[in-house]
């Protein structure tokens, strides 16, 4: 079983984003090469769910979806039902963006039951929480 980290781990962006009975997203780096983005989020739970929730990472827009990753956190090593108030979980996204065409976009993230799709509740309007803007050229 991976190591418990009760203290913030190391990242670039603060994102404090509330996830209802789950944790927040305390924070996030980002990386970007010619071919993909790397994003490391730090969630830190606040509740043990009994659901198994998976994170979705969309960049896109309003309207479409141009890339994304969906996986259980930390690739299926961390699911939810087994996270404790208070520890920090490290979790990677890889996003190819072979098909992205030259654009402005937006980068979300969020937490969703792939029994049904339902998301988890956020401040956000459609419990997505846009973390950033990129520019493709």
Known sequence: APERIF???PFEQTAGAGFSGVGELAGYT???TAESLQLTLVWKATATPTQRYSVFVHLGDEANVLAQSVAQPANNQ???PGWLAGEYIVDVHRLALN???AGNYALYVGLFNPVNGERVPTTSPDNRVPLTEITFP
């Open 30 to 32: 980002l990386s970007r």
């Open 78 to 80: 961390r699911p939810t």
């Open 7 to 9: 203290a913030p781990p």
């Open 99 to 101: 098909a992205v065409p």
